[in-house]
């Protein structure tokens, strides 16, 4: 005790010291911690890598407002506008689309929790990190697992996918539409209908994509931009609908996004929807899920997605809700389309100036580009660190290297939401050119 009370009045003054005293006599073993008593502070950065990105200033404002209980009306009314938001960003007309009290993980999680049961067949694309942690998550499941593996920067075409569902007969398909550890942007036109001519659900991961590039959950066939990413396939072109032999109207039937990247809230919820076809599987399960929180039979209720008055499943993060309400309305107030096109060309006007500084883009189909995040090489003789480092130690600006399988390969430059202008496209070619001057250099 005595050691405590030195301790404590060097570092906190007699009066605060006291008090440790006091608490101390009481049996506390550990000091209100100094580091506590010290004014929060918080740099001013612009945050150009994957994710989060800087918030808007209303998604701030609404961090601000003062809490209301989880289960007051105001708060179910902002539940059900949340739901009209999710439709909307998702162009899906889904009863069971919901937010989950969660990151990005956890609507993977949410999914694959309620869609596999033990023993369930289960194809993953794992070209990057994201279907490496949906293997995982489904490993842990008792699934039985039939990962498709490509090199960090590919992706699945409808013949690999329409081969491995006839080999492997699975109930459910994993891809990632925005690979943000790679920057490749998995199309999708066509996918829904394939696997559902093989009794196969479709899961899709939209966290890095969302907002920055097309994408319609109840019919995907994106009019256009992705078609043109589209290879031939079983001798016919790429198909719109009622320009080929079928006309590919089935969407997608579980789709996820996060709050953190191109809607500019603060990370911490997460965007989920259910077709009828994945809704029908999730109500016929034989096993519960082995996560009550994340169990969609009660969010189903608890969000007012069923006809059953809602009854407590847990404690919401109301503010965050506030603050994923206000980026949704923002998004719906911009237009999606708005929205994709501005992130196509400030995404295309950042490719020019990279390739300016002699660097190279890691995707090279400029089709398979994710408009929202950019993976450059890293340019050879140059630790990735290095140019990290220099970018945020000197300008204040966040990019980041790779990921999982990426990482060491590629630097990634997000423009996510609001940050997806001109005006920060030119910040960061700057700082890049000045760290590429800079910064040590191996002779090679
Ligand atoms: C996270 O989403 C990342 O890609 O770093």
Redesign the pocket.
């Known amino acids: 005790m005595l050691w405590a009370l030195t301790e404590a009045r060097a570092v906190l003054g007699h009066r605060t010291a006291g008090w440790v005293r006091t608490m101390a006599s009481r049996s506390l073993l550990v000091a209100p911690p100094a580091a506590l008593s010290k004014p929060l502070f918080i740099p001013s950065r612009l945050l150009l890598?994957?994710?989060p990105s800087n918030l808007t200033p209303r998604v701030m404002a609404a961090g601000g407002l003062p809490v209301l209980g989880h289960m007051h009306q105001e708060v179910y009314q902002i539940m059900d506008e949340i739901k009209q938001g999710i439709q909307y960003v998702f162009q899906t007309r889904n009863p069971l689309s919901l937010a989950i009290s969660g990151s990005?993980h956890c609507a993977l999680e949410a999914a694959l929790f309620n869609l596999l049961e033990p023993g369930d067949s289960f194809l993953v694309g794992v070209s990057g990190?994201w279907g490496q942690r949906a293997q995982d998550i489904a490993e842990r499941i008792g699934a039985r697992v039939c990962p498709m593996v490509k090199a960090p920067g590919g992706h699945f075409t409808l013949q690999e996918v329409e081969e491995a569902l006839a080999q492997h007969k699975p109930v459910l398909l994993f891809l990632a539409h925005g690979e943000?550890?790679t920057g490749v942007l998995q199309p999708l036109d066509g996918y829904g209908e394939l696997c559902h001519r093989h009794q196969c659900l479709l899961l899709v991961d939209s966290?890095?994509s969302l907002g920055g590039a097309p994408i319609y959950m109840d019919r995907q066939d994106t009019c256009g931009v992705l078609r043109l990413a589209q290879p031939a396939w079983n001798g016919v072109g790429p198909a719109g609908e009622g320009s080929g032999p079928t006309a590919r109207l089935d969407g997608i039937d579980v789709l996820y996004s996060g709050s953190q990247k191109v809607l500019n809230a603060p990370p911490g919820t997460s965007l989920i929807s259910f077709s009828d076809k994945a809704k029908n599987k999730i109500y016929a399960r034989k096993t519960k899920p082995v996560s009550f929180y994340l169990d969609i039979q009660w969010l189903a209720n608890f969000w007012g997605c069923d006809d059953r008055p809602r009854t407590y499943h847990h404690t919401t993060p109301i503010i965050s809700l506030y603050s994923l309400r206000e980026s949704l309305a923002h998004l719906a107030e911009q237009g999606l389309e708005n929205s994709w096109q501005q992130h196509r060309e400030a995404s295309e006007y950042l490719h020019t100036c990279l390739q300016g500084l002699g660097l190279q883009l890691f995707v090279k189909d400029q089709a398979l580009r994710l408009p929202t995040?950019t993976s450059v090489v890293v340019p050879m003789g140059y630790d990735w660190r290095d140019i990290v480092k220099y970018i945020m130690d000197h300008h204040h600006i966040e990019i980041?290297g790779g990921?999982g399988p990426s990482a060491g390969k590629v630097l990634?430059i997000g423009l996510l939401g609001g940050n997806a202008t001109r005006e920060n496209v030119d910040r960061v070619t700057r700082a890049l050119r000045e760290a590429l001057q800079r910064c040590p250099r191996s002779k090679l």
């Open positions: 890598g994957p994710g990005g990190i943000s550890s966290v890095a995040i980041a990921l990634r």
